[in-house]
């Protein structure tokens, strides 16, 4: 582990004085300097928000009083913790093989990563060095052998020649004495603290376990990129390796996963390895700490996937062939502009009807505009729809509905009597439908990708899923919805709330495939019988909020898992035709629905949801951290 003295950034000329208290005092409270904070204040409030300015204002006092911001955030742990992990051990804790290749490794990248792994707080593991650098860099051996003389704990290992990156690291696997393994790139490092986790972790009855991860500059004094991750989500995995570093594994399941690294998946091996060994894991954890630090230089992985071609085909490749291996007819293609992001179409396995469900109450115009583009974009030809008239007064909207009826085929209107409850208004118009597959979709959408039903689809045919939802944006192209998370604003709230719609989001989570606990209901794909099953959307507790995230949630409880497909896109004129819930009687129920949400849902929402990381805030929509 680097000292404190390596891990700190230089501070910027303004900040960095080492001035006397009284001297700090004396600039602070100068009214020119006072001014000029006011003005600065004010600028970053107007321009970027209340939020940006108070993040700006603690991270500047963090740096007038010498401490690095990120450092807080990304988990080190006090020297007292360390002292008390390696006081108290793990008890009945594996002895774990950390395996790091070597290929030329610049010598202090070496040295830090060497030390990374002696200063562990957890003493029972081995440290394999694996060296296939060439004549021109015997350097390497030789620091690497000395230290294996020192440590017995250090096993280094002389390669006859280069095998590449996967056969590399299966010879290090190969003396690898451990009962569980971990990858270690040469030139990054473990926290302190990084395998007492994994051991903890493995005595609680683990079999794979992966940890969030900080990229930090060549030289480890500024922070490049946090990858703060969701517990595990196989589709999302198949997207891209968010799991990456730490990842660690018992030596059975590597076993039942067939073995080490394959070298026709090299470049992409790592991420090849891990989809085997989580098809095959028993339980697997995700540590939400940062235990591992991704050095980016010149040539690494962590600088840029777009160097390296020929690791994005492979991991087309390792997609396809996990696809095989648990029997999803699919293709998988890397995603332009995101390296290392891929998208797979996944084969419908059939043609099933599905019925499409739209609340409308007068808004002929976004009736009509949200008709013209379903059926211009569905993708798929088997579909009904429903649209449930509720109260219109309008002459023009019963006239449309005549019209709607002649120009679009497998459409009809339904008339539901009684008070606005959205709930209920599904579930009337669900009586009308004939199809295995739902599709709730409110009159305010305009669908905006080819093939957006046959999209849903995809993921909805799956028994093992419950509700998809959609990518939705507001009318200037921010986001409005990405998925649901839990516990923001104390109940629920959408994913990266108001970022462009060109942004792939934080780790690609608007560019692929999630899997969460919630969709929005404004555009929600579920099989019928799971809806009737959960009781369709509860009247009574969510006549208007809450009842899609109910609905969710139930679902999950029940063992399905709910997805968000970033490629089935659309605009969502919220709200629209009912008004905000904020507006006068819409409040009072509102107030009263969140209640019932908070009543029936407190220990979820306090528990965390398993797919936002802990190192995220829950005030904002934004996906901001803490």
């Given amino acids: ?94 002895k774990i093989s950390v395996v790091a290749p070597l290929y030329n490794t610049p010598p202090r990248f070496l040295r830090q990563m060497i030390e990374s792994v002696k200063g562990q707080s957890y003493q029972r593991w081995q440290l394999v060095l694996a060296d296939a650098s060439d004549a021109a860099h015997s350097e390497v051996g030789r620091i690497a052998g000395a230290y294996a003389k020192k440590d017995g704990r250090i096993t280094y290992v002389k390669l006859g020649e280069n095998k590449g990156i996967a056969g590399n690291t299966n010879a290090g696997l190969a003396a690898a004495q451990g009962d569980w393994l971990t990858l270690l790139d040469h030139d990054d490092l473990l926290y302190k603290n990084a395998l007492f986790e994994v051991a903890k972790a493995a005595a609680g009855g683990a079999d794979f376990v992966y940890s969030d991860e900080i990229v930090l500059t060549e030289n480890l004094k500024h922070l490049v990129d946090y990858h703060f991750k969701p517990d595990f989500e196989p589709d999302y995995l198949r997207g891209c390796n968010y799991i990456t570093h730490l990842a660690a594994f018992s030596r059975a399941l590597l076993n039942r996963a067939g073995g080490g690294e394959r070298s026709e998946y090299d470049g992409s091996q790592d991420f090849e390895l891990i989809l085997r060994l989580t098809e095959r894991a028993e339980k697997i954890l995700h540590l939400p700490y940062v ?28 997609i396809n062939s996990h696809l095989s291996r648990v029997g999803l007819a699919g293709e998988a293609s890397a995603i332009p502009g995101c390296p290392g992001a891929y998208r797979v179409r996944y084969a419908l396995t059939g043609q099933p009807l599905v019925s499409v469900i739209i609340p409308n109450k007068d808004h002929a115009g976004d009736l009509a505009r949200c008709l013209e583009s379903l059926y211009a974009k569905a993708g798929y030809p088997r579909f009904e729809v429903i649209v449930v008239e509720n109260n219109s007064t309008d002459p023009a909207t019963f006239a449309y509905y005549e019209a709607a009826k002649r120009k679009f085929a497998g459409l009809r209107v339904e008339t539901y009597r009684g008070a606005f409850n959205f709930a209920a208004i599904n579930n009337f118009g669900r009586s009308f439908a004939k199809g295995e597959q739902l599709l709730l979709l409110n009159n305010d959408i ?25 990518k939705l944006y507001y009318p200037d192209d921010r986001i409005q919805h990405a998925g649901v998370f839990i516990g923001i604003n104390g109940t629920a709230g959408h994913s990266h709330k108001s970022h462009p719609r060109a942004s792939a989001g934080d780790l690609y989570r608007l560019a692929t495939p999630q899997n969460l606990l919630a969709v929005t209901g404004a555009c929600l794909m579920v099989k019928t019988a799971l809806y009737d099953a959960m009781g369709g959307l509860d ?59 908070i009543n029936k849902y407190g220990a979820l929402i306090a528990a965390g949801d398993p797919y936002y990381n802990r190192h995220f805030n829950l005030l904002f929509e934004n996906y901001g951290l803490k």
């Fill in 291 to 318: 235990l591992y630090i991704w050095r980016s230089h010149a040539g690494s992985t962590a600088s840029s996937m777009e160097a390296k071609p020929y690791a994005l085909a492979a991991g087309e490749r390792a």
């Fill in 446 to 470: 305009e669908c905006l990708s080819e093939g957006f039903l046959a999209e849903l689809l995809m993921y909805s045919q799956r028994p093992d899923v419950g509700c998809v939802g959609a």
């Fill in 1 to 94: 582990m680097p000292d404190k003295k390596e891990l700190e950034a230089p501070l910027p000329a303004d900040v960095a004085k080492k001035d006397s208290l009284a001297g700090m005092a004396r600039r602070l409270l100068d009214p020119g300097h006072i001014r000029q904070i006011a003005a600065w204040c004010a600028k970053v409030g107007r321009e970027e928000g209340a939020e940006a300015l108070w993040r700006e204002i603690s991270f500047r006092v963090n740096l007038a009083f010498h401490r690095d911001a990120w450092r807080y955030r990304a988990d080190l742990p006090t020297r007292k913790k360390l002292a008390a992990q390696r006081a108290a051990g793990v008890l009945g804790g594996p």
């Fill in 539 to 597: 009247e009574a507790l969510f006549a208007v909020a809450y009842n899609d995230i109910d609905l969710c949630l139930k679902l999950h409880a029940a063992g399905r898992t709910n997805v968000f497909t970033p490629f089935a896109e659309a605009y969502h004129y919220e709200s629209k035709s009912r008004g905000l819930d904020t507006q006068s009687e819409n409040a009072a129920r509102y107030e009263r629905e969140k209640a019932n949400f």
